[in-house]
């Protein structure tokens, strides 16, 4: 599938802030749900946040929950990850996704464009 093109990770310092971004201008046809995941080593990638087409829905996991902000420009062809307070347990590989033909925003299955990933490292 088409290729997303995250940016924005980084090393901070717990309770530090990053935002995160991904450039879907490269998508053809994206009219689904879009969705940030993360996979930290040795663990499986878990969806972080989640929102509709529209950003009217939104969904985010209980671990991230305050802390987080998922949003996107649409002029801008860019979703972000706000990602506030962040905590030991945060770091990973940060990855955007897009549904490509709409199939529910908490259809984690259907996410079929990816980006790279990008490293969130959190330590003191």
């Known amino acids: 599938q088409e290729q997303l093109v995250e940016s924005g990770g980084g090393l901070v310092q717990p309770g530090g802030s990053l935002r995160l971004s991904c450039d879907v201008s490269?998508?053809?046809?994206?009219?689904?749900?879009r969705a940030w995941f993360r996979q930290a080593p040795e663990k499986e990638r878990e969806v972080v946040s989640a929102?509709?087409?529209?950003?009217?829905?939104?969904w985010y996991a209980d671990s991230v929950k305050g802390r987080f902000i998922i949003s996107k420009d649409d002029a801008k062809n860019t979703m972000y990850l706000q990602m506030n307070h962040l905590k030991l347990e945060d770091p990973g590989v940060y990855y955007c996704?897009?549904?490509?033909?709409?199939?529910?925003?908490?259809?984690?299955?259907?996410?079929?464009?990816w980006g790279q990933g990008t490293q969130v490292t959190v330590s003191s």
């Open positions: 996704a897009v549904q490509t033909s709409p199939s529910g925003l908490l259809a984690f299955d259907a996410y079929d464009n």
């Open positions: 490269k998508l053809t046809q994206s009219l689904g749900a």
């Open positions: 929102m509709t087409i529209t950003g009217l829905n939104t």
